[in-house]
């Protein structure tokens, strides 16, 4: 994943529509404490306080809070709150 792509995802996740990877869209509405620490050769990031909001698109909404993501080298994992962790791969267009 580019840096730029880093970027372009967390600032995407604080604007107005948030960000959105498949059927599922990541948005927080204002400031939220982050804690980065490497663990192997996966990156967790936990959000504390203010945690962003995954809404979950399919036959109907579903919105969880996010307690954080395991990033690992081809994908990671989106941690949620009371509902199954949910795997991704990472683009390799972007």
Do not use: W
Request: charged share 25%.
């Amino acid at each position: 994943m580019k840096p730029e792509t880093v970027y372009n995802m967390i600032t995407q996740m604080f604007s107005e529509d948030g960000y959105q990877m498949g059927n599922i869209y990541i948005k927080c509405e204002s400031e939220t404490k982050i804690t980065i620490e490497q663990i192997s050769d996966q990156v967790m990031i936990s959000f504390s306080g203010n945690k962003p909001v995954a809404i979950i698109k399919k036959f109907i909404k579903l919105s969880r809070s996010v307690s954080g993501l395991h990033l690992g080298s081809t994908g990671g994992t989106l941690v949620l709150d009371a509902f199954p962790d949910i795997p991704f791969e990472y683009d390799e267009d972007e």
